[in-house]
Nanobody, 124 residues
Framework: QVQLVESGGGLVQAGGSLRLSCAASGRTFSSYAVGWFRQAPGKEREFVAAISWSGRSTYYAGSVKGRFTISRDNAKNTVYLQMNSLIPEDTAVYYC?????????????????WGQGTQVTVSS
């Protein structure tokens, strides 16, 4: 069982940066792949980025590639999403999710544990 808590969201101007954190409970967090997803108002939830359980593989949605970076610090049981060059279209609730011994899946169905989300708002 893994419990996830996101933090780091907020209001930022276009062109700015934010770093989201996904803190996990459980001693075996290093065995879990983690994905970030987001849901904008009136839209379906979409994949943003993922990192494999080993940390050796990462995968990004085309809309964020080159602007966002996912990383993990297993000693702190935390996965980060560094978001640079933010645009208003990045406004959404951001969720992290975990799957045991997973890779870099982009499908929500691959993940078994979800956080409650953190709001990111980018003003123009």
């Amino acid at each position: 069982q893994v419990q996830l808590v996101e933090s780091g969201g907020g209001l930022v101007q276009a062109g700015g940066s934010l770093r989201l954190s996904c803190a996990a409970s459980g001693r075996t967090f290093s065995s879990y792949a983690v994905g970030w997803f987001r849901q904008a108002p009136g839209k379906e939830r979409e994949f943003v980025a993922a990192i494999s359980w080993s940390g050796r593989s990462t995968y990004y949605a085309g809309s964020v590639k080159g602007r966002f970076t996912i990383s993990r610090d297993n000693a702190k049981n935390t996965v980060y999403l560094q978001m640079n060059s933010l645009i208003p279209e990045d406004t959404a609730v951001y969720y992290c999710a975990a799957q045991y011994l997973g890779g870099t899946a982009s499908s929500e169905n691959s993940y078994h544990y979800w956080g409650q989300g953190t709001q990111v708002t980018v003003s123009s």
